[in-house]
């Protein structure tokens, strides 16, 4: 393979670990989320405890709502988790895809200095055609 397909390559692959690593980091915020959102309604529901003992009927039902959501809050987080291990797992599958490139450039002597080269030439997927 010519290294300037090897180059092409290794920037693409480098792209789909980009686009990985954003996807995680999309994941973790959504744990975050959701985990303060269910800190949030845990909080407020002490403290509708503390001030509201008189409106018993209408604190009952509060609960009830408040309880629903939690519960609502906390399933998708067990599929975020899932989504987040997927999105990991392609990560390093990926990596390794980007580290194999990488080694086929070593192997044909391309350096950094001919990638970063390549890269300020403005060389990119859509301008090298077969």
Same mark, same amino acid.
């Given at each position: 393979?010519?290294? $300037?397909?090897?180059? +092409?390559? +290794?920037?693409?692959?480098?792209?789909?670990? $980009?686009?990985?690593?954003?996807?995680? +980091? /999309?994941?973790? !915020?959504? +744990?975050?989320?959701?985990?303060? !959102? /269910?800190?949030?309604?845990?909080?407020s529901l002490g403290t509708l405890k503390k001030r509201h003992e008189v409106a018993e009927d209408g604190l009952r039902a509060w609960i009830e709502n408040t309880q629903k959501e939690c519960a609502e809050i906390s399933k998708p987080t067990s599929s975020v988790t899932t989504n987040l291990l997927k999105a990991k797992e392609s990560l390093y599958s990926g990596q390794s895809k980007y580290e194999d490139l990488e080694g086929l450039l070593i192997a044909h002597g391309v350096t950094d200095e001919d990638l970063t080269m390549a890269n300020e030439s403005g060389e990119d997927s859509e301008s090298v055609k077969d």
């Open positions: 393979m010519p290294p $300037e397909d090897i180059k +092409v390559a +290794v920037a693409a692959q480098y792209a789909t670990c $980009e686009k990985l690593h954003h996807l995680i +980091v /999309t994941r973790l !915020w959504q +744990v975050e989320e959701a985990s303060r !959102w /269910t800190n949030f309604l845990n909080q």
